[in-house]
């Protein structure tokens, strides 16, 4: 059976999810989750919340999905032991290395490997599972034909419903750099959501050029299903218990065969919907995919806006849909949002539709969507789940009561600790006995008693009988909850934290090496990372080049590439000494060809454990740590590559900006994309399977010298490139050098 994973940013979400239909649920704790401004739950509290989850039959996913720096690292180990031991099914952990050292220290544990890991490849599957994670959350952008055949090698989860990054999983540093708020510490301002404009004709005005859609599958769930998933995972911690509540039950019912969908569809749209919706990557990039007009909830369209001059502060809304006090509305002109309200009962009413205020002058025919449903609110809140309990109660004049309480769970059977007396007036009855088994206080039980039998003439004082039953159901749901021996603290041992020497102290990443004829005795090793990986001309070219220099040689990997993306490399690959690599995967890939391995930045290296459990990859050969560390954060590490100057990659998108657009498109090598204060971010396209792009800070950046130093100079002028490695850019901005991130 498929689960729906659902998610619970709060209390009044998880029962939502719960009592909708969850198989499963999905949150956070108030430390170390991607959802940092969500409610989120505590270690004090977190148990209460498995065991109701448990005695339903529902599983609890506890996500500390952040990366952990050095000084933090005690903190979350105590995290990691606290969540399991209050039940969790499964712990859901971004450092597929960190992860890799608790498995090694418990390995009890259920680790799932999130989405910000970046799997999307068959490598990156057979990574995880080596590292002992039993579960993939696989990047949003994997399409379908690598989601089969990575559910062949592990288990798979993917997300069907909900938000989507623009920036491909776990490599966004937009929000780092430019406000010092890191989306993979989750602290992610959503500078995505912003406007921008880009340098290529019919691109030029400013709209929300990085803003992606919602994700709904919908019936397309089946497909996934049938390519062997097993989990599908609603996104919205940050979503309200009806968005919650009307998505489960959606998927509930499309899986289960049952319900009415177009009803289930309304009420998703009405609980959240940002700019109608897109079926994401997994069949490719369709044309709903960027939101570029409408930002925020948008809603369902319910009516239009009809010329009516009866009432000169409300305007008539033609529509067959009756609104209900507090309901909420957007009006919509084009794909303009020109107006809102809600509705009151004190307006007047009219056949045919209702009244809005009208704090604007709308036009006849501007749509009206319903963005407020309180009778959905209303619907959700009132779900419950329970466990159906068939009771049978024997009561016998000098023996202990006896509780028999069946169900799918089988039978139980519990005694009294007292014995029932001879009666001297009136005996129990049947009728009491059945009326206070029929109640199941707070517990999640749905109570039937089925056989009520009284043996002689027994008396039982009514206070303990409702003793007995309490304790009945009270050992049932504890029963039912389930209870883990806990586990004792134990060491997670770095092994080493230290790594040997590079053979080189200084590493270039470039698409262009010919400005190396000034400076290139500064290049210990030349990372190519070609405009398109499927030329070998230039390759070629980039050979020619460096036959003048003992550069040792690299071939740059992104993190974001497909199955289909990485034969376009491997015949290329073997010319290198090895791969620069932005994304963890490619650690299986270099073991599996033979080839070293150069772990970049987008490894996300933030600590030493870490670190110390990637060295012992059979390819490894270098390594740099994360682009997010301070100057002192930097400082425990030795023997690693730090990036000291450049461009600074900011976004690696998994879809054309330009919405595949490809009749007229001048394919330029860069773009230049400009947001609402003038600046100018370049935006790197290059070629795999297909055109991908890349993102880059709107200034480079140059450090003081360290000793072991990378540069990225793509996208720089020639002079520039130069300069950069002469010490002589002026950067123009300080990037994270002083104070890291939040």
Not at 236 to 250: L, T
Not at 406 to 424: L, M, P, S
Not at 685 to 691: F, I, M, N, V
């Amino acid at each position: 059976m498929c689960e729906v994973l659902a998610p619970a940013g709060d209390e009044a979400a998880f029962y939502a999810a719960i009592n909708s239909g969850a198989d499963a649920v999905y949150l956070g704790l108030t430390d170390f989750s991607a959802r940092k401004s969500a409610a989120n739950f505590s270690l004090d509290n977190l148990k209460g919340y498995i065991d109701h989850a448990h005695a339903l039959g529902v599983r609890v996913h506890v996500a500390l999905n952040t990366l952990v720096k050095e000084g933090e690292a005690d903190r979350f180990f105590e995290s990691v032991l606290g969540a399991w031991n209050a039940g969790a099914d499964a712990l859901i952990i971004q450092d597929i290395f960190l992860g890799k050292r608790i498995k090694q220290a418990y390995p009890e544990m259920t680790l799932h490997l999130s989405t910000q890991a970046g799997v999307c490849n068959l490598y990156g599957a057979r990574l995880a599972k080596r590292c002992g994670f039993s579960r993939v959350i696989l990047a949003r952008e994997t399409p379908i034909g690598s989601v089969a055949a990575i559910a062949k090698e592990i288990e798979t989860e993917v997300f069907v419903q909900g938000a989507l990054c623009t920036c491909f999983s776990g490599q966004c540093y937009l929000s780092a750099f430019i406000g010092g708020n890191s989306g993979n510490r989750g602290f992610c301002k959503q500078p995505c959501r912003k406007k921008y404009e880009i340098d290529r004709e019919g691109f030029g005005a400013l709209s929300y050029k990085l803003s992606l859609s919602d994700l709904s599958v919908g019936e397309d769930v089946k497909k996934l299903a049938a390519a062997g998933v097993a989990s599908f995972k609603i996104e919205g911690r940050m979503r309200s218990a009806a968005y919650v509540g009307a998505a489960v039950r959606y998927y509930r019912d499309i899986l289960d065969g049952k319900g009415d969908l177009r009803a289930d569809l309304s009420d998703l749209k009405r609980a959240f919907n940002r700019g109608d919706y897109t079926k994401g990557y997994f069949f490719g990039q369709d044309k709903n995919l960027i939101s570029s007009a409408v930002q925020g909830h948008k809603g369902e369209k319910i009516g239009e806006i009809a010329r009516d001059k009866r009432f000169g502060k409300l305007a008539f809304v033609r529509s067959s849909y009756v609104p209900s006090p507090g309901d909420g509305f957007k009006v919509i002109r084009g794909n303009t949002e020109v107006g809102g309200g809600s509705y009151s009962a004190s307006f007047a009413k009219a056949a045919g539709g209702f009244y809005l205020p009208a704090d604007v002058k709308y036009r006849e025919g501007d749509g009206v969507y319903l963005t407020l449903d309180t009778s959905l609110s209303e619907r959700v809140s009132a779900r419950r789940r329970s466990v159906p309990v068939s009771m049978s109660v024997k009561i016998e004049e000098g023996k202990r009561p006896h509780a028999i309480a069946e169900g799918k769970f089988g039978a139980k059977e519990y005694f009294a600790d007292f014995v029932a007396e001879r009666a001297k007036t009136r005996a129990i009855a049947f009728e009491e006995v059945a009326q206070c088994f029929a109640k199941a206080d707070a517990y999640p039980f749905s109570v039937t008693v089925k056989n009520v039998e009284i043996g002689g003439s027994p008396f039982v004082v009514k206070s303990a009988l409702n003793a007995f039953r309490r304790e009945v159901y009270a050992r049932l749901y504890r029963e039912l909850a389930g209870e883990r021996a806990c586990l004792a603290r134990r060491e997670i041992g770095k092994k080493s934290a230290k790594i040997c020497a590079p053979e080189f102290t200084t590493a270039v990443i470039s698409e262009d090496f010919s400005f190396a004829k000034d400076v290139g005795d500064k290049i210990g090793a030349a990372v190519f990372a070609p405009k398109n990986y499927k030329n070998t001309d230039e390759i070629d070219g980039f050979f020619e080049i460096s036959k003048y220099y003992a550069w040792h040689k690299w071939l740059y990997l992104p993190a974001f590439m497909t199955d289909e993306d990485i034969k376009a490399v491997q015949k290329s690959l073997g010319r290198f000494d090895g791969a620069y690599a932005e994304g963890a995967w490619a650690a299986e890939l270099c073991r599996e060809c033979g080839v070293k391995l150069f772990a970049g930045t987008g490894f996300n290296l933030f600590n030493t454990c870490s670190l110390s459990a990637l060295a012992e990859e059979d390819a490894f050969s270098a390594a740099a740590i994360s682009k997010e560390l301070s100057q002192n954060e930097c400082a425990v590490f030795e023997n690693v590559f730090r990036f000291a100057g450049g461009a600074i990659k900011v976004m690696e998108l998994g879809h054309c900006p330009f919405g595949r657009s490809c009749l007229g498109c001048e394919r330029k090598d860069v773009y230049s994309m400009t947001d609402e204060q003038g600046r100018v971010f370049p935006l790197r396209r290059y070629e795999a399977s297909c055109c991908r792009f890349e993102l880059f800070n709107c200034a480079p950046l140059a450090l003081q010298a360290v000793r072991y130093a990378f540069y990225d100079l793509r996208t720089l002028p020639l002079q520039e490139k130069s300069a950069c490695l002469s010490g002589r850019l002026q950067s123009a901005t300080a990037g994270l050098s002083s104070s890291g991130v939040r």
